[in-house]
Structure formats: structure tokens, C-alpha cells
């Protein structure tokens, strides 16, 4: 088979490392890709939103099975383009997509589904927004309704940072339409677990836990990031609640996406928080994570190319996912200095050639490029996602700290606590 996987960074990576090892797989595109991708797929300069040009290219190169994995042309609709010209492809249509693309229609479901999840109330007059803060309880949650690269979330702790924030998202436009809804919700508390998972519009198959370190310091201090590093399995991540969430939230989501005539092809991302009172969504995604791709997809032991073609063609229930269990993974993200803000790009990156032939330790490039002269170079805020399997978690962590020594760029910035404070409770 030719598969096109659509996107650039490590998520990206990540998948299309684990497609070059199925059986079914004799040639990858990539578009755009990176220069790490590059080592296992051709990749083609077309934009992920220029959805003509990616349906054209699809067809001349004869692809059998494309693979989405950015949220942006999943919101936009790429799906229905590729659908409209007869390709095959992976990932939800754009009435399924918006389950992440609009945070007050995901609310709502849950809502009107009782699916677990804050309290929250959605508007769209700042006006109105004022006036509800001001017996709102504190601290208060503020999104943005639409995509706003994981930033369009505020947690604010007093009534006069609430009161900016809705000016921030509403008025001020900093996320632009992104902000014409915003939802408010209850502040909760607890662990915050990551729970990927396969649908094929009926039949929910969940991969294996993860958690995300998404601020961009050591000990969570600092912005919010697309996410710093992360690990799986989570140990929070119990049976029992397990068994919570395939009753009371996996299941039932699927369901709702189905009753609503918005059936979901695709890989949802639960981003779960374990509170007192049981596990609530935080958010979904209707994509994989990123750097979640990069910890879950090393343990994955079925054919990835095989699950895809069961989630499209409506027989998940066929297929168990198997994950080597026993082990954990660590994923270190490597980032310019300065990410989420301001950071330079440019720099070249020396020793990725350590990681060859090495199991158990990969190198996923986030924002990678050749330069000109073949030479690789930072080209984003986070870089490299340096992971590592380990017997345990703790085992994975070194593993992954060791190898983050191979490879150095100017400018070079991680965190040296991911995975660090499972051990500590
Ligand atoms: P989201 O994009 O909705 O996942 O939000 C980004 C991050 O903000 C989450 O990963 C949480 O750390 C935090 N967050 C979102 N909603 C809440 C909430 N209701 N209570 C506490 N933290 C939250
Ligand atoms: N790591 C969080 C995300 O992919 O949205």
C-alpha cells in the first residue's frame, strides 16, 4: 500500500515510524513532514490546509490510505475533500471533528449526554460574560470556543484576572475567532490523564494511558505548552477507573456523536481529569496527542495500518490493541528556548546519529529541517521528542535522560522533571 500522512511534527513522526513497520506498507509520503520523517517517508512540500493540492497529489500518486494527523485540516474539513474524490482516509469529517474544533459543542454533548465533566456555562456577549463572573466561584476556567493552539485556555485566580481574560479572548480577539464563544467553567481538581483512543463510528478501543506535562517549567510553573514531555502508563490510570470511564464516558461519547447524526471515525483523545467525585473530560481531541503519538505508539504491538482500515471500515469490534504492558515509556521534549513565546530557529542539531540501531530509544522530530547544505536544524518551539522504553517508569525516565546527552542544538531548553512526580506519591 502508498500512504500520505498529513502534518510535521512528532505526532507525525511517530506515526509514520510505526506505519513503515506494517506489513501492508510499500511506500510513505509525508506533507509537509520534517527532516526526521524524511528518514522513513518521502515527504512533499504542501501545506496540511491546502486541501486541493493534498487531494490532487493523493490521486496521481495513486494512495491507498491517508492518515490525518493535525487538528486544524481535521476541523476544516480534509476528511470530506478526500472523501468527495474517492480516497481513502483516516480521521473524522468535519460535522465529528468539531468535537474538538468547538469546545461549547463538546460541552453541550456532555451535557445533554451526561457525560462527566465541569459545570460551565457558554457565551457569546462579553457583556453577559462580565456579569456572570461576578458570582462565579474562584478560581474560574476560561476557553476560547475554537482551535487556539492549546493557549486559549485561562485559569484565573482572582475576579480582576477573570474580568482581563475575557477581555483577552473576547474583545482583543488574541486568539481571533476563536473567541467570538468562550466557555466558563468550574475549576477542578486532581490528575490529569491523557486517554487516546480508536473509533469506527460504533466501537470505542482505547490505547494505553498517558500523562502530558503541558507547563513549560520544572515543578508546572510557567505558560502552558503544547506539552513538555510525557509518559505511559499512567499508574493513576487504575482499573476501576477504567471501568468508569468505558461506562460513564468512552462509550457514551460515541454514542452521542452518533445519535447527533455526527458519527466519529477516528482517534479521540480524552483528556480526563481523576477529581474527587470521579473522572471528568477536561476536553477532547479528535486527533492523537502530541507527544502523546510518540509514548503510546512505541508499545502498540498490532499493525497500525490495520487498525486504521478497521476504524474506516466500521469493524473495530474485530480487532483487541495489544500493548507491551509490562514496560513504560519516557518522552522528553527538546525545545528552543523562549518556546511557548519567542525563540529563534536555525540552529543545527549534532549527535541525532547516536540513536541508530539503538532499541528502545528513539529520537521523533517536532520541528526539524534541512537547511540547504543536508544539514538538520531546529525549525520551532519544541524540536526533538527524545523517548525511551524502560522495564518501569522510573527505568524509562533515565533511559530518556540519558539519551537526551547524544544529541545538542544552541538554544536547547527541557524540562528534567517528566515522569518525575508519580514516583513522589
Ligand atoms: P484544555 O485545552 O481544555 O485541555 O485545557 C488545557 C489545560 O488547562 C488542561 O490540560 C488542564 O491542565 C487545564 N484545565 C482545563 N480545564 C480545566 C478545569 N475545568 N479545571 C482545571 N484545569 C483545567
Ligand atoms: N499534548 C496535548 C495535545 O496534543 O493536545
Not at 231 to 236: A, D, E, L, N
Request: glycine share 10%; proline share 4%.
Amino acid at each position: 500500500m502508498k500512504i500520505l500522512i498529513v502534518g510535521s511534527g512528532g505526532r507525525e513522526h511517530a506515526i509514520a515510524w510505526k506505519a513503515a513497520q506494517s506489513k501492508h506498507v510499500e511506500k510513505i509520503y509525508c506533507a509537509p513532514g520534517n527532516a526526521g520523517i524524511s528518514e522513513v517517508a518521502e515527504c512533499v512540500p504542501i501545506g496540511a490546509m491546502e486541501f486541493d493540492r493534498m487531494v490532487s497529489f493523493a490521486k496521481e500518486k495513486e494512495i491507498d490510505l491517508t492518515v490525518i494527523g493535525m487538528d486544524d485540516p481535521l476541523v476544516g474539513g480534509i476528511v470530506d475533500k478526500f472523501e468527495e474524490a474517492g480516497l481513502r482516509v483516516f480521521g473524522p469529517g468535519k460535522n465529528a471533528a468539531i468535537l474538538e474544533g468547538s469546545k461549547a459543542f463538546a460541552k453541550n454533548l456532555m451535557k445533554k449526554y451526561h457525560i462527566p465533566t465541569a459545570a460551565y456555562e457558554t457565551f457569546t456577549s462579553a457583556e453577559e460574560a462580565l456579569a456572570y463572573l461576578e458570582t462565579a466561584r474562584l478560581p474560574v476556567v476560561l476557553k476560547a470556543d475554537g482551535l487556539a493552539l492549546g493557549k486559549g485556555v485561562l485559569i484565573c485566580e482572582t475576579l480582576s484576572e477573570a474580568k482581563k481574560g475575557v477581555k483577552t479572548l473576547m474583545l482583543d480577539k488574541k486568539f481571533g475567532s476563536a473567541g467570538n464563544e468562550i466557555v466558563i467553567e468550574e475549576f477542578l481538581t486532581g490528575r490529569e490523564v491523557s486517554v487516546l483512543s480508536f473509533v469506527d463510528g460504533n466501537t470505542v478501543r482505547i490505547m494505553s494511558s498517558a500523562q502530558d506535562h503541558k507547563r513549560a517549567k520544572d515543578g508546572d510553573q510557567g505558560l502552558n505548552t503544547g506539552g513538555m514531555g510525557n509518559f505511559s502508563p499512567s499508574p493513576f490510570y487504575t482499573e476501576e477507573v477504567d471501568a468508569f470511564c468505558q461506562k460513564y464516558i468512552y462509550q457514551p461519547t460515541v454514542d452521542a456523536m452518533k445519535a447527533e447524526g455526527r458519527p466519529f471515525k477516528g482517534v479521540i483523545f480524552f483528556g480526563l481529569m481523576l477529581t474527587e467525585d470521579g473522572p471528568k473530560v477536561l476536553e477532547y481531541n479528535a486527533r492523537f496527542g502530541d507527544p502523546e503519538a510518540q509514548v503510546v505508539l512505541p508499545r502498540l504491538e498490532n499493525d497500525i495500518i490495520e487498525v486504521f482500515e478497521a476504524c474506516i471500515d466500521g469493524r473495530l469490534d474485530e480487532i483487541e490493541l495489544k500493548f507491551d504492558n509490562g514496560r513504560a515509556t519516557v518522552c522528553v521534549i527538546l525545545a528552543s528556548d523562549g518556546y511557548p513565546v519567542e525563540y529563534k530557529k536555525g540552529f543545527p542539531i549534532k549527535g541525532l546519529e547516536n540513536f541508530k540501531g539503538k532499541e528502545d530509544y528513539y529520537v521523533f522530530h517536532s520541528g526539524t529541517k534541512f537547511d540547504g547544505n543536508g544539514r538538520i536544524v531546529t525549525n520551532g518551539g519544541r524540536v526533538l521528542g527524545v523517548t525511551a522504553n524502560g522495564a518501569t517508569l522510573k527505568e524509562a525516565r533515565e533511559n530518556a535522560y540519558k539519551a537526551v546527552e547524544w544529541v545538542n542544538f544552541e538554544n536547547q531548553y527541557m524540562r528534567h522533571d517528566i515522569g518525575k512526580s508519580v514516583d513522589e506519591v
